[in-house]
């Protein structure tokens, strides 16, 4: 008998139907495979989901992640939930065993396999001696890329502040969508004004006549460069942005954190400084711009949560190097991020 699944995890739910889980339930930010999503019922969003509707498609399991729902509704749950924490490359193998084994799903056990594979390969260095993924050049687009938590406390669920946080993102894409028209005007106008300056999307214009330097490890999944180093070389440090006013980055300790270590892109500045000060961060720390070095820190904006790519004079005003980064790469834990990291170890 194949499980009916619920999956209130926006990457599993990717995950699982592209593994021939029998998903009869998703959240509206389940948009992933497309064609599959959308004849699969939603039953809300990842923070307020319907109880009612969930119950109604009598589900054997509900898919939930700590980053991602929040601890009282699991505990509200009828329903045996299947309960992820995805922290790093390895529990993302962890978690795809786990659940291939009791949505009887082979292809998740390949799934977890495919993960411990790139969990293995050694970092990337510009000093040799190990491999270093092939990461795409400036010349080219870049495509988009189809620990157990059961002894975790309860504060590693979604926190109250996040989920604030991450409603705000929801009220303003939908605020978005309602004005679309009026948005892809501004749009528009904006493309046409940056095609005169450095914020120009490489996979729709060439290139200058002198292309920079590269730096010294590429940036992997880039969309858009809103302003190129002036001095790649003195680039020493990278900060991955998920949120404006305040600016918010991620912690090491975090997937995106392990991702971008996993690329070679460690040098976060947050990072490096609370190691060096045996500072504790919180998973999605405030930064103060004005205490970085634009001619040695690139910012890194993420499509998600915020929606960076639609708002690059934000990153344009700071004065920094920026480029526009698939959020989605990144952050989506399931087969996405995998695939997309395939793409360059492989």
């Given at each position: 008998?194949?499980?009916?699944?619920?999956?209130?995890?926006?990457?599993?739910?990717?995950?699982?139907?592209?593994?021939?889980?029998?998903?009869?339930?998703?959240?509206?930010?389940?948009?992933?495979?497309?064609?599959?999503?959308?004849?699969?019922?939603?039953?809300?969003?990842?923070?307020?989901?319907?109880?009612?509707k969930?119950?109604?498609?009598?589900?054997?399991?509900?898919?939930?992640?700590?980053?991602?729902?929040?601890?009282?509704?699991?505990?509200?749950?009828?329903?045996?939930?299947?309960?992820?924490?995805?922290?790093?490359?390895?529990?993302?193998?962890?978690?795809?065993?786990?659940?291939?084994?009791?949505?009887?799903?082979p292809?998740?056990?390949?799934?977890?396999?495919?993960w411990?594979?790139?969990?293995?390969?050694?970092?990337?260095?510009?000093?040799?001696?190990?491999?270093?993924?092939?990461?795409?050049?400036?010349?080219?687009?870049?495509?988009?890329?189809?620990?157990?938590?059961?002894?975790?406390?309860?504060?590693?669920?979604?926190?109250?502040?996040?989920?604030?946080?991450?409603?705000?993102?929801?009220?303003?894409?939908?605020?978005?969508?309602?004005?679309?028209?009026?948005?892809?005007?501004?749009?528009?106008?904006?493309?046409?004004?940056?095609s005169?300056?450095?914020?120009?999307?490489?996979?729709?214009?060439?290139?200058?006549?002198?292309?920079?330097?590269?730096?010294?490890?590429p940036?992997?999944?880039?969309?858009?460069?809103?302003?190129?180093?002036?001095?790649?070389?003195?680039?020493?440090?990278?900060?991955?942005?998920?949120?404006?006013?305040?600016?918010?980055t991620?912690?090491?300790?975090?997937?995106?954190?392990?991702v971008?270590?996993?690329?070679?892109?460690?040098?976060?500045?947050?990072?490096?400084?609370?190691?060096?000060?045996?500072?504790?961060?919180?998973?999605?720390?405030?930064?103060?711009?004005?205490?970085?070095?634009?001619?040695?820190?690139?910012?890194?904006?993420?499509?998600?949560?915020?929606?960076?790519?639609?708002?690059?004079?934000?990153?344009?005003?700071?004065?920094?190097?920026?480029?526009?980064?698939?959020?989605?790469?990144?952050?989506?834990?399931?087969?996405?991020?995998?695939?997309?990291?395939?793409?360059?170890?492989?």
């Amino acid at each position: 008998m194949n499980p009916r699944v619920v999956s209130l995890v926006p990457s599993w739910t990717e995950t699982l139907v592209n593994s021939g889980v029998n998903v009869v339930g998703r959240t509206r930010f389940c948009i992933h495979p497309a064609k599959s999503v959308a004849e699969i019922p939603t039953v809300g969003g990842t923070k307020d989901p319907r109880l009612d509707k969930i119950v109604a498609l009598d589900p054997d399991y509900i898919v939930v992640d700590r980053e991602e729902n929040t601890r009282e509704f699991v505990e509200s749950c009828p329903v045996p939930v299947i309960d992820t924490w995805v922290r790093s490359l390895r529990d993302c193998s962890a978690d795809c065993e786990r659940m291939a084994e009791q949505l009887k799903s082979p292809r998740l056990g390949e799934i977890a396999k495919r993960w411990r594979r790139i969990d293995e390969q050694p970092l990337p260095t510009s000093g040799g001696g190990m491999s270093t993924p092939r990461f795409p050049s400036e010349s080219e687009s870049v495509s988009e890329s189809e620990s157990e938590s059961e002894s975790q406390s309860e504060s590693q669920w979604q926190s109250q502040s996040q989920s604030e946080l991450e409603s705000q993102s929801v009220s303003q894409s939908e605020s978005e969508s309602e004005s679309e028209s009026e948005s892809q005007s501004q749009s528009q106008s904006q493309s046409q004004s940056q095609s005169q300056s450095e914020s120009e999307s490489e996979s729709q214009l060439p290139l200058p006549s002198e292309s920079p330097v590269p730096l010294p490890l590429p940036v992997p999944f880039v969309q858009e460069w809103v302003r190129r180093p002036r001095n790649p070389g003195a680039i020493t440090e990278v900060l991955y942005l998920i949120w404006h006013d305040p600016w918010m980055t991620v912690a090491p300790s975090t997937f995106v954190g392990s991702v971008l270590n996993k690329v070679g892109l460690k040098q976060s500045v947050i990072g490096r400084r609370a190691g060096e000060n045996g500072v504790e961060l919180p998973d999605y720390p405030t930064v103060d711009l004005t205490q970085l070095d634009p001619e040695q820190t690139l910012l890194l904006g993420s499509t998600e949560p915020f929606p960076f790519h639609r708002k690059t004079e934000l990153l344009a005003d700071t004065k920094f190097p920026a480029a526009i980064v698939d959020g989605e790469n990144y952050s989506w834990f399931g087969e996405r991020t995998l695939l997309a990291l395939e793409s360059l170890f492989f």
